[in-house]
């Protein structure tokens, strides 16, 4: 099991994941999640991502650890750009790779959902010239919680 | 007792601080009463915490609750839901 | 909507997708499923990849369209080798866009079960320099089914 | 009525053919009873249709069943569960 975590200013590629997850035919399946930012129908023109050096590399690798020790994966790639996006660029990659594809494709949505919800990341909008926070979603919260109900129904921390 | 308490995102700008180092008095165990005892001694702080009504906590780089214990030495981050991805 | 499915002999590579799939803003998410070449702890040497020219193409579109019926979806690109293909290489790429991440992942995966057991391709393995045709998997049929129950609980055809 | 039938992988290597053009006597409508009369008729396709029991066929290029109707000029393939991806 190999396991990648960035924190970038720089641009993401799809190539980049695809290459470093190949593995000679160990693994049957790659999936691949890439995050863009949204203009909302032109609306927005860039994105400004903040985030809290070294506690984000620590989540994102509990993440990644939690997301291993639930399915059979032989990699896991996860980069996170910070700093500032334009509309149309990645934000985020997770890549995973597994024998099966099950597997990859629930463990990438996991990683995913947890991500959203823990890694201390917080993103502001350009909206006419204006910087503006966003605000967390409650969507996200509940697809996060939907992974890590325990057996007594409580979302554990 | 000594703890660094950290603010990021709009709680950062609000506070318009970074960082404060801060000796808390005996009775100020948990988050709760830290952001309670923080919002009585400081009033532009108490404005930046009462605009940001929607807080998650990080004690030494581990998400905790309110209901967390800090110890001296923490550093105890506050702000707002994070927003990645 | 965009859609582009293709059957061909050569190569792929996971920025093609990603590149075809941009849409300057529209999408804030895509999925994309690699299949590969495994060797089964050095096994397998190479698969060799036949179709139905035609029929293949038509099915792939009528799974598509299935798709962008049940989720809202930007793009959906879907392309399958054919022919002999080694241990390690891609064999199939399904890759999609939406605005939301959790349509991507269920139109992805969707597509790929419908994939697996609907598009008329069939693989031979060369093991100890001899092809061996591979057998179809019960777990294939279930995860396609499962999406496809209606209301009397009979995977419709 | 003429009718082509079809055969993929497994099954057309055992067949030894890719396709043939067959005229199917009045009585013959369904794809089970083209299915039998083929193995009724032809020996090494009965052979080969034997060695491969699980199959699937397509008329027109569009899945189908046993029970779907064969009709004059219908193209009809027959092969085993398909393994792409």
Same mark, same amino acid.
């Given at each position: 099991?190999?396991?990648? $975590?960035?924190?970038?200013?720089?641009?993401?590629?799809?190539?980049?994941?695809?290459?470093?997850?190949?593995?000679?035919?160990?693994?049957?399946?790659?999936?691949?999640?890439?995050?863009?930012?949204?203009?909302?129908?032109?609306?927005?023109?860039?994105?400004?991502?903040?985030?809290?050096? @070294?506690? &984000?590399?620590?989540?994102?690798?509990?993440?990644?650890?939690?997301?291993?020790?639930?399915?059979?994966?032989?990699?896991?790639? /996860?980069?996170?750009?910070?700093? &500032?996006?334009?509309? @149309?660029?990645?934000?985020?990659?997770?890549?995973?790779?597994?024998?099966?594809?099950?597997?990859?494709?629930?463990?990438?949505?996991?990683?995913?959902?947890?991500?959203? &919800?823990?890694?201390?990341?917080?993103?502001?909008?350009? $909206?006419? @010239?204006?910087?503006?926070? /966003?605000?967390?979603?409650?969507? #996200?919260?509940?697809?996060?919680?939907?992974?890590?109900? #325990?057996?007594?129904?409580?979302?554990?921390? | 007792?000594?703890? +660094?308490?950290?603010?990021?995102? =709009?709680?950062?700008?609000?506070?318009?601080?970074?960082?404060?180092?801060?000796?808390?008095?005996?009775?100020?165990?948990?988050?709760? +009463?830290?952001?309670?005892?923080?919002?009585?001694?400081?009033?532009?702080?108490?404005?930046?915490?009462? =605009?940001?009504?929607?807080?998650?906590?990080?004690?030494?780089?581990?998400?905790?609750?309110?209901?967390?214990?800090?110890?001296?030495?923490?550093?105890?981050?506050?702000?707002?839901?994070?927003?990645?991805?």
């Amino acid at each position: 099991m190999k396991t990648h $975590i960035e924190v970038r200013e720089g641009g993401l590629s799809a190539s980049e994941p695809d290459l470093w997850l190949r593995d000679q035919g160990r693994s049957g399946a790659v999936v691949m999640f890439s995050g863009q930012v949204r203009d909302e129908q032109g609306k927005v023109e860039a994105l400004h991502l903040e985030h809290y050096p @070294g506690m &984000t590399e620590s989540v994102l690798g509990t993440i990644v650890e939690q997301a291993c020790s639930r399915w059979h994966l032989n990699g896991a790639w /996860v980069a996170h750009r910070v700093g &500032t996006i334009q509309a @149309g660029e990645d934000i985020v990659q997770v890549a995973v790779s597994s024998a099966h594809r099950q597997a990859a494709f629930e463990a990438c949505a996991f990683i995913m959902d947890l991500l959203k &919800t823990r890694a201390p990341f917080w993103k502001k909008e350009l $909206i006419d @010239g204006c910087w503006i926070w /966003v605000e967390a979603r409650e969507s #996200d919260d509940q697809a996060a919680a939907s992974w890590l109900q #325990d057996a007594t129904g409580r979302a554990p921390r | 007792m000594m703890v +660094q308490v950290r603010f990021f995102a =709009a709680l950062r700008e609000r506070a318009g601080r970074d960082a404060i180092q801060i000796d808390l008095p005996e009775g100020v165990s948990t988050v709760a +009463q830290l952001v309670d005892w923080l919002a009585e001694t400081d009033v532009a702080l108490a404005q930046a915490l009462e =605009a940001t009504p929607r807080r998650m906590v990080a004690i030494n780089e581990v998400l905790g609750n309110e209901d967390s214990v800090v110890e001296a030495g923490d550093v105890v981050a506050l702000f707002p839901p994070v927003t990645g991805g």
